[in-house]
Nanobody, 124 residues
Framework: QVQLVQSGGGLVQAGGSLRLSCAAS????????MGWFRQAPGKEREFVAT????????VYADSVKGRFTISRDNTKNTMYLQMNSLKPEDTAVYYC?????????????????WGQGTQVTVSS
């Protein structure tokens, strides 16, 4: 059973920063592609960030590029999303995702496993 346990998030003023964490089992971390998504009220879930297929680089949605940073600590089996220069439009529930298929994580379609979600609210 794959479990993704999220932490972090909360309420922050515009321009502030938050860091999200997603902890997984060692087997999940080493065998699955992982990424971050978000869903704002009344909107569909959208891709935020992931690693490249090789894992050597990172991929971001245009809306967060230059402000968000995805990273991972293999010793802790944890993935992070550092969010800087937050804007009110970043307000959403953020989810980490894991799948054995890279394109599922990249596209958000048919993802096998999701974290429980964590609320990020950015006030103006």
């Amino acid at each position: 059973q794959v479990q993704l346990v999220q932490s972090g998030g909360g309420l922050v003023q515009a321009g502030g920063s938050l860091r999200l964490s997603c902890a997984a089992s060692e087997r999940t971390f080493s065998n699955y592609y992982m990424g971050w998504f978000r869903q704002a009220p009344g909107k569909e879930r959208e891709f935020v960030a992931t690693f490249s297929w090789s894992g050597a680089s990172t991929v971001y949605a245009d809306s967060v590029k230059g402000r968000f940073t995805i990273s991972r600590d293999n010793t802790k089996n944890t993935m992070y999303l550092q969010m800087n220069s937050l804007k009110p439009e970043d307000t959403a529930v953020y989810y980490c995702a894991a799948d054995s298929n890279y394109h599922s994580v990249r596209e958000g379609a048919g993802v096998d496993y999701w974290g429980q979600g964590t609320q990020v609210t950015v006030s103006s």
